[in-house]
């Protein structure tokens, strides 16, 4: 999922900068300051649709991990109907408002003129954001990552390949032209996953303002960070074209460049948001800390690899936006820099804000969000560059994301404690180990023993202990015989209560309700586990995440019952 999530990511921030560098290389400077204009705007529509899609996926995920079919269909059914009215509206309202807004950035003429020639088929794509993006959240979130890649070809396709055609013929109205093509067939495209038989999205139209609220609660930090940016955008255009001249918006351009480059990172919270969800629904605590540990490790990763990259091949960026004057070019060049040394902490910053909203400490990631993205930005960068000069504004920009960092975790210590910092999970009275392996005949005899010494341990009773045991060892041979010549791997967790014990099976093979075995004469191994389910009253199967994942229950002494 991570390597999924990073290359859409990686994809979403191409075609961000593809309209920049396509008007760069074949429109000319003005151009680029054109698109950088519109911006502002760009932003919002990303904020508000996030509201939608990152809050439908979360809530979703959590109630798919509480094996709650009906409300995730709920959830679903509500997000798609708010997709529809929000596209509605933002057309309208883009319709009516790009002229006023235009007016009040008082552009150069040439300027201007070229930004209201991109907003004639830019505002139509930006009338569909919402759709796309809630499909393409959902559509991953229900773990079809492949799906996803392939739409973003056609994605690729629009917004690089018909942008560049069309620009030739039609100016800048050709390259929002493209990008509208390329959202379109992306969000058709994704929609195939709807005739999947791995597709668990089954909408129930569905209004409720709790659920509303709970989804804006979710959403409100990926949300955040867009309307943030827009702000700042919006402030940081303003000043430049008042304080510096119209013409050192190119350079800027470049640095929005940076930080929607930045939106990279986000993959590893797209990628560990539906894994910790259904952990949490679960009550699986080692599973939520597991998955952390190796997203803090990518993360800094992510963040180091981009900083060394940036500023290594600073010199080619000037180049990829065809910025011609040398006075510009070196400035261009200059900013990069100094803003690629931020990068480590801009990823970690995106990391903890995405976990604390998933742990429902939303007030404390909206307020890292605060700091990382409006206030530390305008607070450094605006006072210093004014005092002195436009190279302080990237100075200022360049330092925003450090100092909100130390800023954050002292304020993340002084709120929640030392102890459990930064993950501060709930503790729970339940006895919980995980068990990953490879599906084989070995791999399963070993699990079935460790699982009787945890019994054991756990003074459950010979019953309950040879009941485990067997049902354990059938159930994950039968899925081995499901899946003939595959390797499947599988995650096995025990909750040991003080008079229950509950396994949550994952497994990657064909999907299946292992419950309930729809031709149990089909093997003698499927004839016996058909026994067993048909005398196991507490289980439950639910396709998550693209797995098979079954759940079941026994009391820890069956003998006493």
Known sequence: MLFSATIVMIVIVVLLLSDLAIAGNIIGEKAVAAINLLRTPYML????????????????????????????????????????????????????????????????????????????????????????????????????????????????????????????????????????????????????????????????????????????????????????????????????????????????????????????????????????????????IPGIQKTMRYSLKASLLEGIVMSIILFAFADAVPLLFDIQNTELASETIRAVRICSLSLTATSILFLLTSYYLLTEKIGHAVLICFFKDLLMPIGLAVPLSVLFGLDYLWVGLSLAPTVALGISIWITRLRFGKKGFPLYVDETDDKIHSLNFIIQDKAVVEARDTIEKMLQDHKASKRTIMRSMLLIEELFLLIQEKNPGKKISAELTIFLSKDMVKYVIRDDGIIFDITEEDDPLASIRGYIVAAMMHKQTVRKNLTTTSFNRNMFALPLNIEAK
């Not at 007016?103 to 070229?114: H, I, K, Q, S, V």
């Not at 942008?163 to 495209?189: N, P, R, Y």
Request: with cysteine.
């Open 45 to 284: 529509v990303l904020g508000i649709s996030s509201i939608i899609s990152q809050g439908s996926s979360l809530l979703y995920s959590l109630r798919m991990g509480e094996f709650d079919k009906d409300a995730a269909d709920k959830i679903f059914g509500q997000g798609l109907l708010g997709a529809t009215i929000l596209c509605f509206v933002i057309f309208f309202f883009y319709s009516i408002g790009i002229d006023p807004y235009l007016a009040y950035m008082n552009p150069d003429a040439e300027t201007g003129l070229l930004a209201k020639e991109y907003a004639k088929y830019y505002i139509p794509t930006l009338a569909i954001y919402p759709m796309y993006m809630y499909i393409a959240a959902m559509v991953y979130t229900d773990g079809d990552e492949g799906l996803s890649l392939i739409a973003n070809l056609f994605l690729i396709f629009g917004n690089i390949v018909l942008s560049i055609v069309m620009a030739k013929k039609i100016g800048l109205a050709g390259i929002s032209l493209g990008s509208f093509v390329g959202v379109f067939l992306c969000t058709a495209v994704t929609c195939l996953h709807f005739f999947k038989k791995s597709n668990s999205l089954k909408p129930k139209i569905f209004t409720s303002l709790r659920t509303l609220w709970d989804m804006a609660k979710y959403s409100i930090v990926d949300a955040g960070i867009y309307i943030y940016f827009a702000i700042q955008s919006f402030v940081m255009t303003k000043l430049i074209i008042t304080q510096f001249g119209g013409k050192h918006l190119e350079v800027y351009s470049v640095i929005v460049g940076l930080w929607q480059l930045t939106l990279i990172f986000d993959g590893v919270g797209q990628a560990f948001c539906p894994l910790v969800n259904v952990y949490r629904g679960e009550g699986n």
